[in-house]
């Protein structure tokens, strides 16, 4: 098990394969996406196909994961949780940051 995932800190790997008996090594793996605001975390499932795409290959997000979610694709990028998001995006409002 790896520290960290794509070499970002809040990525952490949890499973690599539904079961450890399959031989087929390209099965969807679990990470751990932890937010850097509350420290909170969730399990992401992501295809081991969409992750060497996106990974090694520098393949757009969007074009690694098209079955992902906007908001999951995201939560892969920053890390940051849907709840710290709407903060953030009230503080850039209040700042006037936002437009």
Known sequence: MADHLFGKSHLRLVVTRDDPNDP??????????????????????????????????????QHAFPELTRPERERLITGICPSCWVEIEKFAEEEGAVT
């Open 24 to 61: 087929k090594p390209n099965g969807p793996i679990t990470v751990i996406v932890t937010c850097p605001h509350c420290a909170g975390e969730d399990r992401l499932r992501i295809s081991s196909e969409g992750a060497v795409k996106w990974h090694l290959k520098g393949e757009l997000i």
